[in-house]
């Protein structure tokens, strides 16, 4: 089956400007002038609307309202420029410093709490595979069960970093718990602080960021995960998706390429699209699950309304055979099954 896709690659400018050229002497790699661009428009809108919040006097209730709505849509492209840029360095050795600015001060206001997102995803997420150890593994889950999903996101929010803390000091890896506690109690301790000085701007800045972003990560994650070979859960084209062609992919640098950042995670977002056509062949003869045109929590809605009818007809078949929409339900319904851990 020939497969186009539409995700972003990078082309070079056959001129770059000024600010261009100034912030290319600062990081590695031109392809990421990108995640540049997007923390300077984070600077100068997200971070300014909450110190207003702050400061401001007697403010309408509808500021309120925009400036969550401008939280909700940067949140995917921060969230996926702070996953870039753990997996690869975006600055230059001397410039490592600024690396702190996006990953601790900005991360403050998209419900990130210091070393916590680094540590979960490449210190522990990434060497377990989404298998037992794995401290955000969806196999013991029924994954097309909001009961389930329930379950899932609640033991994250009250116990997710504890236990986190816990693996570390299990791994012998004592510094990294310690990290991570250490984050994670620093952003408490500024929350709490800052409930004291305004507590409406709190709770809208910093309390509902960080419930609503860890809601979004784990219910993107439980889809990452969601179709899994039960006869063989650590083959990562079988326990993990790819979505293609997405507007998603576009303004996320192409997350949707889960099977291939997890088979290789320092490949770079750009090279992704052409990755997956190069080794397609190895997807189809692993019976690897992809769609089109869908994002994680368009798959994740579906999953949760088990709306297996959508998701067939945005499945892409990798094989020549043509197969039938409850071929491809029973599919996939077989993939969504509890595994006995």
Not at 271 to 293: C, H, Q, S, T
Request: aromatic residues 18%; positive net charge; charged residues 20%.
């Amino acid at each position: 089956m020939a497969i186009v896709l539409t995700d972003p690659a990078f082309f070079a400018k056959e001129r770059w400007n000024k600010l261009d050229n100034f912030a290319l002497k600062f990081i590695n790699d031109k392809r990421d002038l990108p995640f540049i661009y997007l923390t300077l428009k984070i600077t100068v809108t997200v971070i300014p609307f909450a110190l207003l919040l702050f400061f401001a006097n007697d403010i309408h209730w509808l500021f309120y309202v925009a400036y969550f709505a401008l939280y909700i849509f940067f949140l995917g492209p921060y969230v996926l420029m702070l996953h870039n840029t753990c997996h690869r360095k975006l600055f230059k050795k001397k410039y490592t410093f600024l690396t702190k600015y996006i990953h601790w001060f900005v991360g403050l206001f998209f419900g990130q709490t210091p070393e916590t997102y680094f540590h979960h995803h490449i210190a522990m997420h990434h060497a377990e595979n989404n298998l037992e150890e794995d401290l955000s593994s969806t196999m013991s889950y029924k994954r097309d069960s909001i009961r389930s999903f329930l379950h899932y996101l609640i033991h994250f929010y009250f116990l997710g970093v504890l236990h986190l803390s816990f693996y570390f000091s299990k791994k012998n890896r004592h510094k990294f718990a310690w990290r991570v506690l250490a984050g994670e109690t620093i952003y408490i301790l500024l929350v709490v602080g800052l409930c004291f000085f305004n507590l409406k701007a709190t709770l809208v800045v910093f309390i509902l960021p960080l419930l609503f972003t860890r809601f979004s990560m784990m219910a993107g994650n439980w889809a990452q995960h969601a179709f899994i070979d039960e006869k063989q859960p650590e083959n990562v084209y079988t326990n993990s998706i790819t979505c293609i062609n997405t507007v998603y992919n576009k303004k996320c640098f192409n997350d949707g390429y889960h099977i291939g950042h997890h088979l290789r995670s320092s490949l770079h977002w750009t090279e992704m699209p052409a990755d997956f056509l190069k080794n397609i062949e190895k997807y189809r003869l692993n019976k690897a699950v992809v769609f089109a045109g869908l994002d994680y929590f368009q798959i994740w809605f579906l999953l949760m309304t088990k709306n297996y009818g959508y998701l067939s007809k945005r499945f892409v078949s990798l094989t020549d055979q043509p197969q039938a929409s409850n071929e491809i339900q029973a599919f996939l319904r077989s993939r969504t099954r509890r595994i006995s851990q």
